[in-house]
């Protein structure tokens, strides 16, 4: 049975996908094809905010595009030298929280301490700063375009300030079609497709219901 995932591919310890190898336990031959993409923004304001630790009281961070966002600023800005020698030891004097594994990793690899990753969501991340955070500096939060908004509404419901700024904007894939297209005239109309965001839903719906035609009522979703 064929399998459309819409997602990009993420290698694990074993060097495949976990959904691939997954699904191929159960028989399932699963495709991956990309449907967003990120496009960075605000990076010199970023930087500049980076650069000035003591105006806050920790960091949030909520998606590994954010921790991209660190990334590049201090690359861009040729600011890798000084991040390792007092800019990552001043933001690792207060609190960096992170929300689920993945993205703890990525902090924990540009030198930060992290907490909360075991939360699951925003709003239980929420909960865990609101137990331990009294109002002082603000928590600098990069952020999405998409961002919910329950994280800033409970932490300002407590008091705690929170400063926002959106480092990336979530756009449609590239090769959304052209990869849809190859999918379709090399395998078929697919049993099931996985969408994992509404995001990828909105960009992608269309283009499959065009290729799938009338069997578009036989795919599982």
Request: net charge negative; aromatic share 8%; proline share 6%.
């Amino acid at each position: 049975m064929k399998v459309l995932l819409l997602k990009d591919a993420k290698e694990d310890d074993c060097g495949q996908d976990p959904y691939i190898r997954e699904l191929a336990l159960y028989g399932l031959e699963a495709t991956l094809i990309p449907v967003l993409s990120f496009e960075f923004l605000s990076l010199p304001s970023f930087s500049e905010k980076l650069s000035h630790p003591e105006c806050y009281g920790g960091l949030i961070f909520t998606s590994p595009r954010a921790v991209e966002a660190v990334e590049l600023c201090l690359k861009k800005d040729n600011k890798t030298e000084v991040w390792e020698k007092s800019l990552k030891e001043k933001w690792n004097a207060k609190s960096v929280y992170v929300v689920g594994n993945a993205t703890a990793s990525l902090v924990s690899k540009i030198g930060l301490d992290v907490e909360g990753e075991n939360c699951g969501n925003a709003e239980k991340l929420a909960e865990y700063i609101c137990s331990r955070e009294s109002p002082a500096f603000p928590l600098l939060f990069p952020c999405g375009n998409l961002k919910r908004e329950i994280l800033p509404k409970m932490l300002k419901d407590k008091g705690i300030h929170m400063e926002s700024i959106t480092v990336y904007q979530t756009i449609p894939h590239p090769g959304i079609q052209v990869n849809l297209d190859s999918y379709y005239s090399k395998q078929g109309v697919p049993a099931s497709i996985t969408f994992f965001s509404p995001s990828g839903l909105t960009y992608s719906l269309k283009h499959i219901q065009e290729l799938s035609g009338d069997s578009i009522d036989q795919i599982k979703v």
